[in-house]
């Protein structure tokens, strides 16, 4: 098993930033993917970010590419998100996630999910 705490969510205005951390805790040696992903009231779980846990090599959904970091610590076992030039339309929980393979951007090849954080951008 994995466990996974995210935290660093909020109310921000359009045009600010925040950064998500997310600690995993368990069999993180199963770890190969860590993702984040995102859920705005009446809409499914969708696909933001990916880092694969050795090499780094990282995956962005198109409607975050440029404004969106995905970061890793192994040491601390954390990956964080950056998200810069926020807009309305980024409001929603977001989870961290954790997958045994790398590439996929569906909810279905991550395994262990977090309880999730709010983020709320006013315009």
């Known amino acids: 098993q994995v466990q996974l705490v995210e935290s660093g969510g909020g109310l921000v205005q359009a045009g600010d930033s925040l950064r998500l951390s997310c600690v995993a805790s368990?069999?993180?040696?199963?770890?190969?993917?860590m993702g984040w992903f995102r859920q705005a009231p009446g809409k499914e779980r969708e696909f933001v970010a990916a880092?694969?846990?050795?090499?780094?090599?990282?995956r962005y959904a198109d409607s975050v590419k440029g404004r969106f970091t995905i970061t890793k610590d192994n040491a601390k076992n954390t990956v964080y998100l950056q998200m810069n030039s926020l807009k309305p339309e980024d409001t929603a929980v977001y989870y961290c996630?954790?997958?045994?393979?790398?590439?996929?951007?569906?909810?279905?090849?991550?395994?262990?999910w977090g309880q999730g954080t709010q983020v709320t951008v006013s315009s």
């Open positions: 880092i694969r846990w050795s090499g780094g090599i990282t």
């Open positions: 996630a954790v997958a045994p393979s790398f590439g996929s951007t569906q909810t279905s090849a991550y395994n262990y």
């Open positions: 368990g069999r993180t040696f199963s770890i190969e993917t």
